[in-house]
């Protein structure tokens, strides 16, 4: 069964810190990767995607992809409050158009 | 341009009674998805539809539920009859046609079967 794996947190991290989040996923043949952000009582917001090896930036969001290891991260620069919320790794598999939700990792920024 | 539109926003039924969930994708999309989200099992792949036909159902939890998709631009989700174990919020998604696309979710609607 394809999996993806979050550390359900909840993550602690200063004002002004880096934040950093990890997902590992189980299936070799996986194209696509997501970082969806929930705030409590709102629906999923895609904030980044990557498709190939290495590293994206978009602002203060860095996602960091290894196929090898079968492993994807979110660094978050300069956290604010507002960046606390639950963040939600996704994969798309080769086989199929959906996509697999890990369960998230509950952020939280403190002043 | 507009997002995915679901409604309603809020549902409180009783026990046995039907509901009826809707969805209105974006436009031009041709992927929709329907997702439960409960804090116990977190974000649950329900059922989507690929150009109007189900493609993969396989997440729906029984017969009560179904889920039809008559055109490009509305789906709904219907469950009958409802149980209080069907307490969750159900969002709608929507995605492009072309490969690695992600998906974009609605507001959500939250039910309440008391």
């Known amino acids: 069964q394809k999996e993806v794996e979050q550390n359900s947190g909840p993550l602690s991290v200063p004002e002004g810190a880096i934040a950093s989040l990890n997902c590992t996923y189980s299936?070799?043949?996986?194209?696509?990767f997501f970082w969806y952000r929930q705030y409590s009582g709102k629906s999923p917001e895609l904030i980044m995607s990557i498709y190939s090896n290495g590293d994206k930036e978009d602002g203060r969001f860095t996602a960091q992809l290894n196929k090898a290891s079968q492993y994807v991260s979110l660094l978050i620069r300069d956290s604010q409050p507002s960046d606390s919320a639950t963040y939600l790794c996704?994969?798309?598999?080769?086989?199929?158009?959906?996509?697999?939700f890990g369960s998230g990792t509950r952020l939280s920024i403190r002043p | 341009d507009a997002g995915v539109i679901q409604s309603p926003r809020h549902e409180v039924t009783e026990m046995g009674q039907e509901v009826t969930l809707r969805c209105k994708p974006i436009?031009?999309?041709?992927?929709l998805f329907w997702y439960r989200q409960t804090m116990m099992r977190g974000l649950e792949l329900l059922i989507y539809?690929?150009?109007?036909?189900?493609?993969?159902d396989s997440g729906m939890p029984e017969d009560r539920f179904s889920a039809k998709m008559p055109n490009a631009s509305f789906s709904t989700l219907k469950i009958q009859p409802s149980e209080p174990r069907d307490s969750a919020v159900y969002f709608c998604?929507?995605?492009?046609?072309?490969?690695?696309?992600?998906?974009?979710f609605g507001p959500g609607t939250r039910l309440t079967v008391l």
């Open positions: 539809f690929n150009n109007n036909v189900p493609i993969d």
């Open positions: 299936d070799r043949g996986s194209q696509s």
């Open positions: 996704a994969v798309r598999y080769s086989s199929a158009s959906k996509i697999i």
């Open positions: 436009s031009g999309h041709d992927y």
């Open positions: 998604a929507s995605s492009p046609s072309r490969a690695q696309q992600a998906q974009y």
